[in-house]
C-alpha cells in the first residue's frame, strides 16, 4: 500500500528530471515522563520522466535529520603543575543538539567536498562557527563532533538506506531519550557521481506533554516557587528515607 501511494503521489507531482516523494512513518514526537527514544521510518520513492542516465554514475541517496541549533563552547585542557586546567575556549555560532546522517554508501562515495560545502551535509559542514576563525579552529569543532558522537547524539550510518531499484528508498533513524525540544529538520538529496539533483526538507515536531510540560512551564515562568518546591521535595524525601532506615533497624 505504501509503494502504491507513493507512485500514485508522484504522478501527480509536475514533471522534473528525477524528483523525491516522501513519507515519515510521524511528523510528531511527544516527550512524556517515560519516555526512553523513538524509532523515525523514512520512505521514500524517486519520480522520472525517463529512464536514469546511467552515464552519471549510480543514483545514491543522503537522509539527514537535525535537531535545534544553539551556541556552544569548546574548551581545551592542559596539565599545569599536575593538574588539569582550561587553557584555550573556541565559541561555535551554531550547532545541531542533534544530528544524523545516513547514507546509501561511504559518504566520500555519494558526495564531493564541493557538494558538501554547498548544501552542508556532513556533520563538521552542520556545524557553524563563522567570526571565530583562529588557527586551529578545525580541532575545536572535530573535538565537538567527536564529544557528542560518544554521547549518541551524533551519528553517520553510511549504508543504512536501502535503495530498490533506483526507485524506493527507506531508512530507519533512532531519537535518543534526551531530545531537546523543538523542530528537527529532515532532508534527503538525491545525488549521482557526487553531485546534488534533487533534494526534499520536512520537519519534525518534538515537544514535551503532560507532568514534563507543566513541569517545564512552571520552572521558566515561576522559577522562585519550582526552586522552593524541588527544596521541600528533598526535604521530605529525606526525611522520609531516614524515618523506613530508623524503623527497619528497629
Not at 529512464?51 to 535529520?65: H, K, M, R
Not at 514535551?208 to 522562585?224: D, H, S
Amino acid at each position: 500500500m505504501i509503494r502504491l501511494a507513493l507512485f500514485l503521489l508522484a504522478l501527480a507531482l509536475p514533471a522534473r528530471a528525477e524528483q523525491i516523494v516522501l513519507g515519515l512513518s510521524r511528523d510528531q514526537v511527544a516527550i512524556t515522563a517515560t519516555f526512553d527514544g523513538s524509532d523515525i521510518l523514512i520512505f521514500g520513492a524517486v519520480r522520472r520522466e525517463a529512464p536514469p542516465p546511467a552515464e552519471a554514475g549510480p543514483l545514491q541517496v543522503i537522509v539527514t535529520v537535525s535537531g535545534p541549533h544553539a551556541p556552544a563552547i569548546v574548551r581545551r585542557k592542559e596539565r599545569r603543575a599536575g593538574i588539569w586546567v582550561n587553557t584555550d575556549a573556541f565559541e561555535v555560532d551554531a550547532a545541531p543538539s542533534f544530528y544524523a546522517v545516513a547514507t546509501t554508501a561511504p559518504m566520500n562515495e555519494v558526495l564531493s567536498a564541493t557538494e558538501d560545502l554547498r548544501h552542508g551535509v556532513s556533520t563538521p559542514r552542520a556545524i557553524r562557527a563563522v567570526g571565530n576563525i583562529i588557527p586551529g579552529a578545525g580541532t575545536y569543532v572535530s573535538a565537538l563532533v567527536r564529544i557528542r558522537e560518544e554521547a549518541d547524539v551524533y551519528r553517520l550510518q553510511e549504508g543504512a538506506v536501502d535503495l530498490e531499484e533506483e526507485t524506493l528508498f527507506r531508512t530507519a533513524l533512532s531519537l535518543p531519550a534526551n531530545l531537546v525540544e523543538g523542530n528537527y529538520t529532515t532532508r534527503i538529496l538525491l545525488t549521482r557521481g557526487g553531485a546534488v539533483i534533487d533534494s526534499y526538507e520536512t520537519v519534525i515536531g518534538v515537544q514535551k506533554v503532560g507532568i514534563e510540560r507543566w513541569l517545564y512551564n512552571f520552572a521558566q515562568e515561576r522559577a522562585p516557587l519550582y526552586g522552593l518546591m524541588s527544596l521541600v521535595i528533598a526535604i521530605a524525601a529525606g526525611w522520609g528515607a531516614s524515618a523506613a532506615f530508623a524503623g527497619w533497624r528497629r
